[in-house]
T-cell receptor
């Protein structure tokens, strides 16, 4: 089983809608989670991280973490065409060796 | 800081040739990661270093792949001999402990 699972999409939402991106993980020892955005042909860039259960908001972005369900999500409010990209979920696991595992990413398209 | 610097940005080589990819991490970061990204497999961790020491190389696909980090400011990933299936984008990333990794611009490798 892959450590981090994401729906590869593609996910299409109209401009102004809420985009919901989801990620599940297998290791209960995982401590922190990161959402990266990757535009086509570019490198991944960090947009949010979350350590604690609950919600964390940053502008139009909200990360949600539920450690009991081993579930992390990213909500994008008022989606813009410029949000169209692949979103990568990553977990940092500090059991044994420190390591950063990535999901395969969800491709989001925001339709004007 | 200029961020993580990778070279070359693009590399085209013939099957059987040796390929060397280079990375300069962000100054002060003590973790360095090498990732490979393909459409089929997403972002895969190949190897990572902590304080210049290789910690986990279980992601290195074959003995044809090797990586070194002779000092805190430089790392190489070498493929010898290269094969067409090695064609991918190779990313280097660096971080402090805690997993917030910053990526270089990547090297697009094409083996013909």
């Amino acid at each position: 089983q892959k450590e981090v699972e994401q729906n590869s999409g593609p996910l299409s939402v109209p401009e102004g809608a809420i985009a919901s991106l989801n990620c599940t993980y297998s290791d209960r020892g995982s401590q922190s989670f990161f959402w990266y955005r990757q535009y086509s042909g570019k490198s991944p860039e960090l947009i949010m991280f979350i350590y604690s259960n609950g919600d964390k908001e940053d502008g139009r972005f909200t990360a949600q973490l539920n450690k009991a369900s081993q579930y992390v999500s990213l909500l994008i409010r008022d989606s813009q065409p410029s949000d169209s990209a692949t979103y990568l979920c990553a977990e940092f696991r500090q059991t044994g060796a420190n390591n950063l595992f990535f999901g395969t990413g969800t491709r989001l398209t925001v339709i004007p | 800081d200029a961020g993580v610097i990778q070279s070359p940005r693009h590399e085209v080589t013939e099957m059987g040739q040796e390929v060397t990819l280079r990375c300069k991490p962000i100054s002060g970061h003590d973790y360095l990661f090498w990732y490979r990204q393909t459409m089929m497999r997403g972002l895969e961790l190949l190897i990572y270093f902590n304080n210049n020491v290789p910690i986990d190389d279980s992601g290195m696909p074959e003995d044809r792949f090797s990586a070194k980090m002779p000092n805190a400011s430089f790392s190489t990933l070498k493929i010898q001999p290269s094969e067409p299936r090695d064609s991918a984008v190779y990313f280097c990333a660096s971080s402090f402990v805690g997993g917030e990794a910053f990526f270089g611009q990547g090297t697009r490798l094409t083996v013909v």
